[in-house]
């Protein structure tokens, strides 16, 4: 393994082997962050609406964690990417205005936040079950209406609980972003296959891919302990140490 | 390792009781295992793919057969077994290396770059870099596509040769790759892009499979032509002399024609599609001085 490779420069392009993988990794953090926010606010209004006394709610909510969760994250890409604009002849009017590199981002942005958020809804939906009935039936006593309810009492303690399955879920969501590929996104991975076929080095490319990987996945686990123990209410479960 | 290895093969060879033929390398492989295994495409239509059988076919087999044959002769051994392993653009060389495979018959050109990690056989192929577009687009030259997007294949040599091009002639194109070329086709069927940048002879079989193959044509123009070509071991002579000999023998004889015609000029399995793709006259020129000259 020899490490001169990322200072060679990459043939006809603009700057080394190891800028091609840095600039790879900026598209794979923008992405993984946009599309963390779009699927936690998603995500969250979806896992509420499970568990409302409102019955074709929860069916509606029920519904789309199904569809979302039961399609192979790689044929999403290839849906939202070529047939959905294909189907709908305002999207692809739309579409072919937009500058290509931005329509690619738009769609990974757009197929990671829902998939995401279908496990996110999951997630809540488990989070404020959890919690004993007495709490929710506390709020109405009190006077709370069912909005104020989850705002003040379920939601502020569900959050608390399911800290660690969405730090799983978030470094799910950085690896996902590698899916990102399949469409032509310059991220990461598309950057170390392309080193890996154009100098035949791909033992140091997935080398470095892999590195960079655990990297940020780990940043974003002990960003999220951080964070599990800044809220934590002292005394009650998972956050008392 | 693979230093360490092939020092101590030799050391072993020296060492021993010299050998009545004096083998080596793949030829030696292949006598003591009684097995070739040649590395096919699946989807390099018509050089090396699979049929409605899941069979592999296709014209870099066909040359491949009558290497096999070749071998057979020259170590006699009739019933060679010969095995057919699937690989793709990223794994033919690394598997060739690590003798997976003995024998690459697919669509690989033979480049500069190339030739520091494998050998080559005689070219079997030319292509144009080329690209396809609508006949409906105002698109004549690749110079036209200034200021337009265009789609390529990524991982594949169009991919520098397009922003070199740019760089030359001061235009300005956007790229959009799709993963295979089959993506990189449809974002040219779906107005997505202007063009799409590939070998001349991959464009015609996308074409040939489209659904409306007359809405599309491919430019005059070429931005390089690269030679096609069998991977082998480098630094294996006695086994490279005897591809040169057999795919050479096929050129001289003018048996190449009827092969080329099966392939390029008539109907193929498994779609009974024509790819309409007559010998070009470098194509022509490559089969009267059989060549490994890489690009």
């Known amino acids: ?241 | 390792m693979r230093r360490f290895i092939t020092t101590i093969i030799t050391a072993a060879l020296l060492g021993g009781p010299v050998a009545a033929q004096d083998l080596g390398g793949t030829l030696k492989k292949i006598k003591d295992t009684g097995t070739i295994t040649l590395g096919h495409r699946e989807s390099s239509i018509p050089f090396s793919y699979l049929d409605d059988k899941q069979q592999p076919i296709g014209y870099a087999l066909d040359l491949c057969m009558k290497i096999v044959d070749a071998v057979k002769t020259e170590l006699k051994i009739p019933n060679l077994k010969v095995t057919l392993q699937p690989v793709t653009s990223s794994n033919r060389i690394p598997l060739l290396q690590n003798g997976t495979i003995d024998l690459e018959c697919g669509s690989t050109t033979n480049s500069v770059a190339r030739q520091e990690q494998v050998s080559f056989g005689p070219t079997y192929f030319v292509i144009n870099v080329s690209a396809a577009v609508k006949k409906s687009s105002s698109v004549n030259t690749i110079a036209d596509l200034d200021g337009k997007t265009v789609s390529t294949t990524s991982g594949t040599t169009s991919v520098p040769l397009i922003k070199s091009y740019e760089k030359a002639k001061g235009v300005d194109v956007k790229e959009i790759y799709g993963k295979d070329h089959a993506e990189s086709f449809l974002l040219l069927a779906d107005d997505r892009a202007a063009a799409f940048i590939m070998d001349d002879i991959l464009l015609a079989g996308q074409i040939a499979n489209a659904r409306n193959p007359a809405d599309y044509r491919i430019l005059p123009e070429s931005l390089r032509q690269e030679p096609y070509s069998m991977m082998l071991r480098k630094g294996d002579a006695p086994f490279k002399a005897l591809v040169d000999r057999a795919v050479g023998a096929v050129m001289k004889s003018g048996e190449i024609e009827k092969i080329y015609a099966k392939w390029f000029t008539a109907p193929i399995a498994p779609k009974g599609v024509n790819l309409n793709f007559p010998m070009t006259p470098v194509i022509r020129d490559a089969f009267k001085n059989p060549n490994d000259k890489g690009v």
Request: with cysteine; net charge positive.
């Open chain 1, 1 to 241: 393994m020899k490490l001169d490779i990322f200072l060679q420069q990459v043939p006809d392009g603009d700057g080394t082997w190891w800028q091609s993988l840095a600039s790879g990794l900026q598209w794979t953090l923008l992405v993984a962050l946009l599309a963390w926010i779009m699927a936690f606010a998603l995500g969250s209004l979806v896992g509420v609406a499970r568990t409302t006394d409102k019955r074709w709610l929860t069916r509606l909510g029920d519904t789309y964690v199904e569809l979302f969760r039961n399609i192979p994250l790689l044929v999403q890409f290839f849906l939202w990417y070529f047939v959905v604009p294909g189907l709908i002849p305002s999207v692809k009017v739309w579409v072919t205005t937009l500058d290509p590199t931005q329509h690619q981002l738009v769609t990974a942005i757009v197929c990671l936040g829902f998939f995401t958020s279908a496990r996110i809804a999951e997630q809540v939906r488990s989070g404020i079950q959890s919690l004993a009935r007495g709490q929710r039936n506390a709020g109405y006593a009190v006077g709370l209406t069912q909005v104020q309810t989850y705002r003040f009492v379920l939601l502020p303690m569900a959050y608390r609980i399911i800290i660690p399955p969405l730090t799983s879920e978030l470094m799910n969501l950085i690896k996902n972003t590698a899916v990102a590929y399949s469409i032509g996104l310059t991220e990461l991975f598309f950057r170390t296959r392309e080193m890996g076929e154009m100098t035949f080095r791909y033992f140091e490319a997935f080398a470095a891919a892999t590195l960079i990987y655990i990297v940020i996945s780990m940043a974003a686990n002990r960003v999220m302990a951080f964070i599990e123990r800044r809220v934590a209410v002292p005394g009650y479960i998972a956050g008392s140490h």
